[in-house]
């Protein structure tokens, strides 16, 4: 690799509650260097940090405070030399956006659910389905651009637990999710909503889990899921029941995920994404922002057999790990495995 070339990516949507953990993640990230910010033609022209209400629990980096936000508009990007687009628009903005980057050339990291079924787009998540990458063979890369795609925040913790669990065939799995607010992007839900409250609907959450966890991991189980709002800022809790075809034990499921690791050694991927504690009250939404890199690990616990069942719960940082730092860790895999820094 090149250690001192850089690739000059996009951030489209950048002001919301994914972009800015796009803006913070890419800010000191080794081989990306944000060029180019869009969010609402309103702030064209303002500084991120005049115009941002920034909600992450951590400084704005110095780096992205002065980037001046930029007009939507692909001849301009291809101008400021983008290669590279990461989009964290809402689905309907995306519909639109996305495919035109796409016929531009660009290629595109995407958070939206807007692509994410088309049989030639991947849902990516480096751990459970790098190989999935070489759809975009399919999308007519390398002549033209493409769009990767990754999951839903809570589909992507699922999956990360259960990937390295494949190998026990998974029947069925039973989910109830705790989410957190930020999930609903910024300013999201009314306060008056959502404070001293849950609540036990999140339109489309559901049926995106069903669907997401076939397609990555490539198993057909029976999924059965609730998905509830709860009052917390960021991370997402998830309480897992599974019906193996194997007869397990809990130490079996233990070192599954001890074990699991990732085939490419990319900047974002920790080292272990997976971290199981039996600490009694583990995992916790106020962890959210642990491990190295901060946001990326996926935390199990509670682990217990009742029959032939397995329970668990884990919890992913739906904002990191769940959108932007996915996002980034795809694009890092796709610049490592098609050489773009060589
Ligand atoms: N939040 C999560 O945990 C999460 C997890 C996984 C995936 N996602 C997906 O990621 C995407 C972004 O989610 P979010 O939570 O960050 O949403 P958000 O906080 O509402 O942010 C949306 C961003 O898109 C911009 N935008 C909205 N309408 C636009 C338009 N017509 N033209 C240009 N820019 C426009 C907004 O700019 P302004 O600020 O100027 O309006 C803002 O920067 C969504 O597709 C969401 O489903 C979210």
Redesign the pocket.
């Known amino acids: 690799m090149n250690e001192n070339k850089k690739i000059k990516v996009a951030v489209i ?7 800015q953990v796009f803006m913070w993640k890419l800010a000191q990230h080794p081989w990306f260097d944000v060029v180019y910010a ?3 033609a309103s ?1 064209i022209g303002l500084a991120y940090s005049e115009t941002t209400h920034w909600i992450l629990p951590l400084e704005m980096p110095q780096e992205i405070r002065d980037i001046k936000m930029k007009e ?1 508009k692909i001849k301009s990007m291809q101008e400021a030399g983008v290669q590279i687009v990461f989009s ?4 309907g ?2 519909r639109e956006a996305e495919p035109q980057l796409r016929a531009a050339g660009f290629y595109i990291f995407s ?3 807007a692509m994410r079924y088309d049989s030639n787009v991947p849902i990516l998540i480096p751990e459970t389905n790098y190989e999935k990458l070489d759809l975009i063979r399919d999308q007519g890369y390398p002549k033209t651009g493409f769009v990767v795609t990754n999951a ?2 809570v589909t992507t913790g699922l999956a990360m637990a259960l990937a390295p669990l494949r190998k026990f065939g998974i029947n069925t799995v039973s989910i109830n999710s705790y989410q957190s607010v ?2 609903a ?2 300013p999201g839900l009314s306060s008056l909503d959502i404070q001293d409250n849950c609540i036990p609907f999140i339109n489309g959450e559901e049926e995106k889990i069903e669907k997401e966890i076939k397609k990555i991991l490539s198993i057909d189980p029976e999924v059965y899921a609730f998905t509830v709002r709860v009052p917390v800022m960021f991370g997402h809790l998830e309480t897992v029941w599974l019906d193996l075809d194997k007869d397990v034990d809990v130490d079996d499921i233990e070192k599954a995920w001890k074990d699991f690791k990732i085939e490419t050694d990319l900047p974002s991927t920790p080292e272990q994404p997976v971290v199981y504690s039996s600490e009694k009250t583990f995992p916790q939404q106020k962890y959210s922002f642990w491990g190295n890199p901060s946001g990326m690990v996926v935390y199990t616990g509670r682990l217990k057999k009742k029959k032939n069942k397995i329970g668990f719960c884990l919890m992913v940082n ?2 990191v790990k ?2 932007a730092g996915g996002s980034i860790q795809n694009a890092e895999l796709f610049v490592k495995k098609y050489g773009l820094l060589d």
Do not use: E, Q, W
């Not at 949507?13 to 972009?19: D, Q, S």
């Not at 964290?88 to 689905?91: D, E």
């Open positions: 949507g950048a002001t919301g509650a994914v972009g869009t969010a609402s702030r939507f964290a628009l809402p689905a903005v995306a958070n939206a659910a839903n925040c930020s999930g992007g910024y739906n904002i769940g959108a």
